[in-house]
């Protein structure tokens, strides 16, 4: 299959005041159309995707200079969904809102609120109804008016209980409220129909075995109704902890890029600090892109913002160290964007990680990095993991719905125990590289002990040793309570 890239050029462009010594620059990814698991997964590029350049007007053949547009890929759909209702019509939306029945949301439902309004799900326009749920359930795919398919690996839907069922009764819009009683929006020409837990939870994760975090926390206690509709959402989604100045919206990521006159952006998803590693591999993609003949490749580093399980970093602790990663210069900062993507995390490996790469397309990456064992997460309660860690990467090469994304597979990097440093991975002498897993890491940090020089930025690591002796002290002063 050819690879077919539009240029659309944005005829407006906003200048987002991003500091650079923190982290507020998206990172990009990069996606291959076919699956390349044993050779240069760059190299079927080369001749099918060439940076695209524009002469300025009335600009000579020698020292001008080229204007390149970075919106190399055509969100899905067409265009980028927008559900926040203009400032104009805010009063008159919320009088209306007002008086409709009600339905409050959970903190994860506002996030999925957030995901849907800003357009990451395109063309998804609300809380999905009946058919739009069985077509993801069961296809991981959306079919569009026009014929053509797009990704939707997740449902992405809205729970009531009996009780608000009843409430609504014969009604065909709703008022939608956050968990502290603040009006979000309404849900219009809604549909409800049967939440089938069971049957969403074995399609989605494969298992419907006791302790997956998501279904614990967002399925299990939830109503046995789901209810969808168009969105219109009052306001643009804030959670006031310091950070919405990273929650860059597709449309502000694709500004940002034509700002920067991107001609490729590869995104790198992640829920976990950056070690060396992860900057190794994301340094050495975008090397290989300029030898491929890219003038100007930008990074899009993404961290994900939404619901994660409890031994997670938690964001901000995050963010703080990736900025630590772009103060100590591991990691380029007029070369990399750091935003933060507000999906929850749901932890459902093969099925989860198309929808991750699904989302990018529409802020814009044209690439896309997958790493081992994408989304997965141990067996909640065998000791091994709950997906085969190739599959990610095998999964997206074929997805219904995501050819026009190029997949990169993730290099293997590991400490080097000769060098010091970290380092891809040589079979040839595998005795000298040391695996430092998450938990591995995590532990170090818990315990004070220094990981291996050069595995993490000195500065991103006191971040995470502050993070965990904070815990300590907590939980002391928890039990000295306890004990009074």
Not at 391 to 397: C, F, I, N, R, T
Request: proline fraction near 7%; hydrophobic fraction near 35%.
């Amino acid at each position: 299959m050819s690879l077919t890239l539009k240029l659309h050029v944005t005829t407006t462009t906003s200048h987002l005041s991003l500091n650079t010594t923190s982290f507020q620059r998206p990172i990009t990814t990069l996606r291959t159309t076919k699956p390349i698991y044993h050779s240069n997964p760059l190299s079927s590029l080369v001749y099918r995707h060439k940076p695209t350049t524009t002469m300025p007007h009335g600009s000579g053949s020698g020292s001008a200079s080229l204007t390149i547009k970075s919106s190399l890929i055509d969100p899905d759909g067409g265009t980028i969904v927008d559900l926040v209702v203009p400032e104009s019509e805010r009063r008159s939306k919320a009088a209306e809102a007002e008086a409709l029945p009600k339905v409050k949301l959970t903190r994860i439902d506002v996030e999925w609120v957030h995901v849907i309004s800003e357009g990451w799900a395109s063309p998804l326009r609300g809380f999905m109804r009946e058919e739009e749920y069985l077509q993801s359930l069961h296809f991981n795919s959306l079919r569009v008016k026009d014929g053509s398919v797009v990704n939707m690996s997740l449902p992405i839907v809205l729970a009531i209980d009996d009780e608000t069922k009843e409430r609504i009764g014969k009604e065909t819009n709703v008022g939608l409220v956050g968990p502290n009683g603040d009006l979000i929006g309404m849900l219009r020409s809604i549909e409800i129909y049967k939440h089938n837990k069971e049957e969403r939870i074995a399609r989605t994760w494969g298992t419907t075995a006791p302790g997956l975090p998501y279904v614990e926390k967002a399925i299990t206690p939830a109503g046995n109704w789901l209810i969808g509709g168009d969105l219109e959402v009052l306001d643009r989604i804030k959670y006031n902890d310091g950070l919405d100045n990273y929650r860059l919206s597709p449309k502000q990521l694709r500004n940002e890029f034509d700002r920067r006159q991107a001609d490729a952006v590869f995104a790198f998803q992640l829920r976990n600090p950056v070690h060396n590693g992860h900057a190794l591999l994301m340094n050495d993609t975008r090397r290989r892109l300029l030898e491929m003949g890219y003038k100007n490749p930008i990074l899009l580093l993404h961290p994900l913002g939404g619901f994660t399980k409890k031994d997670d970093v938690p964001l901000d602790v995050r963010m703080e160290q990736h900025s630590k990663v772009l103060e100590d210069g591991v990691l380029d900062p007029e070369t990399t964007i750091v935003g933060i993507f507000p999906s929850p995390m749901h932890y459902a490996g093969p099925t989860e990680v198309q929808w991750h790469a699904k989302a990018r397309i529409n802020a814009g990456a044209n690439f896309y990095i997958v790493g081992r064992d994408p989304a997965g997460m141990g067996h909640p309660t065998e000791k091994r993991d709950l997906y085969d860690p190739d599959h990610g990467k095998k999964v997206l090469s074929m997805a219904p719905g995501l050819e026009k994304l190029n997949i990169l597979p993730f290099r293997v990097a590991a400490y080097d125990t000769v060098e010091k440093k970290m380092a891809f991975f040589d079979p040839s002498r595998a005795k000298d590289f040391l695996f430092i897993s998450g938990t591995k890491m995590r532990n170090y940090a818990k315990t004070g002990e220094n990981p291996p020089d050069g595995f993490m930025c000195p500065g991103g690591w006191q971040v995470l040793v502050n993070y965990y002796e904070s815990l300590q002290t907590e939980e002391s002063s928890l039990q000295q309570a306890v004990k009074c």
